[in-house]
């Protein structure tokens, strides 16, 4: 089969996306974010999310349409992240996305939105030839994945046991009396910091954790730990240090994320890395990678930040794998799963 054109929606969280892919060429990439409407609320409000993505669908199809030239009659399939997220906003995708195939009699794909995440990267860097581990961190997830197939073959090592990376980063940020989302404000404000300056904690590195938790990560101890020194410094009534805390934190982070991510690439004797996820877009991250898995042989892939991020062509990307292998089509009355778990690729 030549390579299938698909259109893949996106709305699990505060972005409503539409892509449009020819295999692993990126035709459209349409994106509206309800953000700015979350602001005033210092995180995503659910019911205010499904809303925007009812105003935002049909324009985000129609600019698709625009910038790719292609049609909907011109698609092979329709793709629609249908889990894990948002239940009332991942409805508003699927329902959209059933309308089309049903209306233009075209095969469903409900997909999993973990696995775009890692699959969006083959439109940047080619198709994976080999099995890749991915290191997923976002404001919902921080997961290391072990991918021996994109369209089937998917485990999870390991995940975060309470917050995930980037809920760190906005929570910490609050904290600092940084703006939501917090990760970008962070990043800015650590690069004038020193990040040896406080000895913040390192969630599950200890010896003991070596074992049952050797690929799972823990966040929240570290933001009380940034709590706390706020409040101390406060109660001493000196001027918060906040580059220095910011910088103390991140490498905090991103030393944990970087090390174990390392380590399970080693155990499972695999040599390319994908990261993806909105963190992703993290300097200090995208330099301690590149750093580390370079010194132990690993191959670095990382998409540019805008396909980090929430959106469809990551959805529209796994499709197009789905569609090349032959796998079967999900059916009309496909459900949403705020919880589907990542080792089901195709629902
Ligand atoms: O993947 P994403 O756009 O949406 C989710 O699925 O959650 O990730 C959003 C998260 C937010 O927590 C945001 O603060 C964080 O990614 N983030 C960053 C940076 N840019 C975005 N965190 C650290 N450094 C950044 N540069
Ligand atoms: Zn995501």
């Known amino acids: ?21 020819k295999g692993t060429e990126l035709l459209a990439h349409a994106v509206a974010s309800s953000v700015e409407e979350h602001v005033r609320f210092g ?5 205010v999310a499904s809303r925007a993505h009812l105003e935002a669908m049909v324009p985000t199809l129609e600019q698709a349409y625009t910038e790719s030239g292609v049609r909907i009659q011109d698609v092979d399939a329709i793709a629609v992240t249908c889990g894990p997220g948002l239940t009332g906003a ?4 699927v329902a959209a996305a059933k309308a089309l195939a049903l209306a233009h ?5 409900g997909l999993n939105h973990l696995v775009s995440h890692v699959a969006v990267d083959q439109l940047e860097h080619g198709r994976f030839d080999r099995p890749v581990a991915a290191l997923l961190v976002s404001g919902g997830h921080t997961e290391i994945l072990l991918v021996e197939d994109i369209a089937s073959d998917v485990t999870m090592l390991g995940s975060t046991i309470d917050d995930a990376a980037g809920e760190a980063f906005d929570k910490v940020a609050r904290l600092l009396g940084l703006p939501y989302p917090g990760g970008p404000h962070v990043d800015r404000v650590a690069a004038d910091g020193d990040p040896t300056a406080i000895a913040f904690p390192r969630g599950l590195m200890a010896a003991k954790d070596a074992e049952r938790y050797r690929y799972d990560f823990s966040f929240s101890g570290l933001k009380s730990a940034v709590s706390r020194h706020v409040q101390r410094e406060r109660a001493a009534g000196r001027e ?8 103390s934190f991140q490498d905090a982070v991103v030393d944990v994320l970087t090390r174990k991510t390392v380590q399970a ?26 750093e580390r898995a370079g010194a132990a042989g690993i ?13 469809g062509a990551m959805v529209a990307a796994l499709g197009a794998e789905v569609v090349r292998r032959g796998e079967r089509p999900s059916s009309l009355d496909l459900p949403v799963d705020s919880s589907l778990p990542v080792t089901a690729v195709v629902a």
Do not use: Q, W
Not at 105 to 109: A, E, I, S
Not at 265 to 289: K, P, S
């Open 1 to 21: 089969m030549s390579e299938p054109v698909v259109l893949g929606i996106e709305t699990s969280c505060d972005e409503t996306g539409v892509g449009i892919v």
């Open 43 to 47: 995180g995503v409000v659910p019911e």
């Open 90 to 93: 991942l409805l508003v995708g």
């Open 105 to 109: 009699d075209k095969p469903l794909y």
């Open 240 to 247: 918060l240090a906040v580059a220095d805390v910011a910088a």
């Open 265 to 290: 690439c080693r155990d499972h004797g695999v040599d390319t890395l994908v990261v993806g996820g909105g963190v992703a877009a993290n300097g200090r991250l995208r330099e301690f990678v590149r």
């Open 299 to 311: 191959d670095v892939r990382i998409p540019r930040p805008d396909l980090c991020t929430d959106n």
